[in-house]
Structures are given as structure tokens and as C-alpha cells.
């Protein structure tokens, strides 16, 4: 299995932080500050800004205080992914309190939480190395390289009419990969 | 923005390097301080029963191989169990396997010798504080255990604690054993895998409260 782009740059930057390089440090805690923002913003809503915040704080300053807890030989999404997601489930079960619609939510939000897709911004290639050839192209070349519909459709000789179904597809297929129910029945 | 930024900042000026193995050899370190607090509380408890009966080189070597490997298994889980994606992997399977080994052993001793010896080889003069002494001389070991887990991320507080305590509950079985007096291989398999087991749960309890991050 071929390691994904995530895992190779997070991993190293991790070793180089664990051996006390800042600048790598700091570099990693960015990006993961970013992947987190994103992804709590989307599932806690607009009017969560603060908790999101909160969350991301929280979890980087567990990532810092227990790096000991990595171990060099095993992947780094991995260990990240589950500190992230146990900071979420505490959240809710503290912040989120008696209330059982709250704690239902939290259940909801955690099971939804992916490892695929909280690094998805940064593994852009490997999901659409689970595509079809034909669906893999049109997608790097309309949504990645910003062709229109009508161009694409010439290079790979095909209609557009064709070219925007082929698009979709592909689209809603990544969707599923990433957890999003966002299929019409 | 800027106050994540300041927060991040903060966070890379108190960046120290962590070794390799780091975790490990503060695991080894819980482990010893455990070894040597149950060595403690049995140099103790010896003051208490001077006289020592005898007691027969199969037995000695049973109890003492018996608990090494309930205590080898529940530290690899334990380190296992102390990282936020770890699984304790195939502890309960290796636990099983050598109780089921003790508990063949036992059946055969029980074949081997005759009806009216089988009080003392099951009950033995001990069973009633047998467990108990071994969860007071784990108690060393749990609380270094513990010491380990809560500077760790276990994502599992309830199992972490168990493991904490069934591993407790093996160094203080082993180091029980030195000096147990007992010479039933029933006894082992019932009141050692009994008292270890006690551990397992006590800890499963103060886990579950007191390991959360």
C-alpha cells in the first residue's frame, strides 16, 4: 500500500519535531491547526466559531504535551486522527452536558469523523487514485487545473453533456469516500 | 487568527526533543518501581509469618512462570494501551492460553493424588487472603501504573485501567509467589488468577474516572 501524501509530509515533519526542530514544528502544528479549523467549522456549524477555536487549542496542546505517546515506527495521521477524535467526543460529553439531543449529536459528529476525511485537503491525489481513469481526468482538469466543462470535453473527445455526468459522478463518489451523505437518494 | 498564532508560537518555544523509546523506558521505570515497592511489602509481611514451610520445586515454578507471563503479556498491552490509536493486540488470547495451561495442570495434579488431599491443594491454608495480599502488593505497581497512563493518551480509560490493574496484579502475584506456601496447583490457577483479576477490575474503575485528558 502506498503511503498517502499526507502521511509522508506530517510523519517527517513529526520526526523532526520530536528530535527538536522548531521550525518543522511549527510547520506541522500550522497545517494541522488548518486541517482542524476546517473540518470542526464545517461540522459544529457557523455559529460554533469559538468552540471550533476551543477544539483546535485543545487538541494541539494534547498533541504537544503527549507526543511521547508516538511512536516513530507507525503512521502519524493515525495518532492524530484519534487524539482529534477523542478531543471531539470530550466536548461534547463535557461542554455539550446533560442534554441527550447534545450528546447525540457529539455521537453523530464523531462517527462522521474520518480519518480520510480530515486530511482530505492535503490527499487530494490519492482520493482521485480511487477514481476511474475517465472520471480521474476530467476532474483533475476541471476542478484542479480550472478548465471549463467545454474544454475538456474537446481534449478528451467526448460531449459535455457527457463531460458534466462523468463530473458529477466522480464528485459524489469522492463524497462517499469522505462520509458526506450528500447522495439523492 | 493571531491568538492561534501566539498559542502556536508558545507551543514551539516549549518544544523539547523527545527520544526515541521515550514511552518505554517510562514504562520500564513503572514497572521496577512496582517490582521493587511489592519486594518491599513482602520483606513486610515475612516479619508477620517467620516460619516457612515447604514448599515443592514444581509448585514454586508453576506460580512463578504462571504470573511472569500474565505480567510480560499485560505490559505489552499496557504500552500498547497508552497510545491514542493502540489496541492491547492479543493479551486477552496469551492471558487465556496460560490459564487454560495452569488450569490442564491442575486437573492432572488432581488426578495424580488422593481425594483427601484435595482441601489443601484447592483451599490450601491461604486462600482466604491469598487475593488480597496479591492486590496490597501490587498496589506499588498500580500507582506507578497509573503514573504512566495519566502522563500517556490512552483513548480508552476503562480498558487502560484494567490493563493497569491486571498488570499490577501480576507483579504483585510474582513477587507473592517467592514466599507463597502453598503447594496446589488448583490453588494457583483459582485464588492467583482470582486476585489478579480483582486488580483488573479495581483499576477498570479508577480508570474510567481518573484517566481522562
Not at chain 1, 88 to 95: E, K, Q, S
Not at chain 2, 44 to 57: A, D, E, N
Not at chain 2, 62 to 81: D, G, N, P, Q
Not at chain 2, 120 to 130: R, V, Y
Amino acid at each position: 500500500m502506498t503511503k498517502s501524501v499526507s502521511e509522508q509530509l506530517l510523519k517527517g515533519l513529526m520526526l523532526l519535531s520530536l528530535d527538536g526542530d522548531e521550525a518543522a514544528y511549527r510547520r506541522l502544528l500550522v497545517i494541522l491547526r488548518d486541517l482542524l479549523l476546517a473540518f470542526y467549522r464545517r461540522r459544529l456549524g457557523s455559529d460554533a466559531d469559538r468552540d471550533a477555536e476551543d477544539l483546535v487549542q485543545e487538541v494541539l496542546l494534547a498533541v504537544h504535551g503527549r507526543r511521547i505517546t508516538y511512536d516513530r515506527e507507525r503512521p502519524f495521521t493515525a495518532w492524530f486522527f484519534q487524539i482529534a477524535k477523542y478531543k471531539l467526543i470530550d466536548h461534547f460529553r463535557a461542554n455539550g452536558g446533560k442534554r441527550d439531543v447534545e450528546i447525540a449529536l457529539g455521537d453523530e459528529i464523531a462517527a462522521e469523523f474520518r480519518e480520510e476525511a480530515l486530511f482530505a485537503h492535503l490527499d487530494v491525489d490519492r482520493l482521485l487514485d480511487q477514481l476511474p481513469a475517465k472520471q480521474r481526468e476530467l476532474l483533475r482538469q476541471v476542478k484542479i487545473a480550472g478548465k471549463t466543462t467545454a474544454e475538456a470535453a474537446i481534449e478528451t473527445g467526448q460531449s459535455e453533456a457527457m463531460v458534466r455526468v462523468s463530473i458529477h459522478r466522480g464528485m459524489r463518489a469522492i463524497g462517499r469516500k469522505l462520509g458526506f451523505a450528500n447522495d439523492e437518494k | 487568527m493571531t491568538k492561534n498564532d501566539e498559542f502556536i508560537e508558545a507551543l514551539v518555544s516549549d518544544l523539547t526533543p523527545v527520544r526515541p523509546h521515550a514511552l518505554r523506558m517510562r514504562l520500564a521505570l513503572a514497572i521496577v518501581v512496582g517490582v521493587v515497592g511489592a519486594a518491599v511489602a513482602l520483606l513486610i509481611s515475612l516479619t508477620f509469618r517467620p516460619h516457612l514451610h515447604h514448599v515443592t520445586v514444581a509448585a514454586f515454578w508453576v506460580k512463578f512462570l504462571y504470573t511472569v507471563i500474565l505480567m510480560s503479556a499485560t505490559v505489552v498491552a499496557l504500552e500498547r494501551v497508552a497510545r491514542p490509536e493502540g489496541s492491547i493486540g492479543r493479551m486477552v488470547q496469551v492471558l487465556a492460553l496460560a490459564f487454560g495451561v495452569v488450569v490442564l495442570l491442575a486437573i492432572v495434579q488432581l488426578g495424580l493424588s488422593p481425594a483427601s488431599s484435595y482441601p489443601g491443594l484447592i483451599i490450601g491454608f491461604s486462600a482466604s487472603f491469598c487475593p488480597f495480599l496479591i492486590v496490597a502488593f501490587g498496589i506499588p505497581s498500580f500507582c506507578a501504573n497509573m503514573w504512566f497512563l495519566r502522563r500517556a493518551a490512552p483513548t480508552r480509560p476503562a480498558l487502560a485501567g484494567f490493563v493497569a490493574g491486571a498488570c499490577a496484579g501480576g507483579v504483585g502475584g510474582w513477587v507473592y509467589s517467592w514466599a507463597c506456601v502453598e503447594n496446589g496447583i488448583p490453588f494457583i490457577a483459582i485464588w492467583y488468577t482470582l486476585g489478579i483479576l480483582l486488580s483488573g477490575v479495581v483499576g477498570s474503575l479508577v480508570g474510567k474516572v481518573s484517566l481522562r485528558w
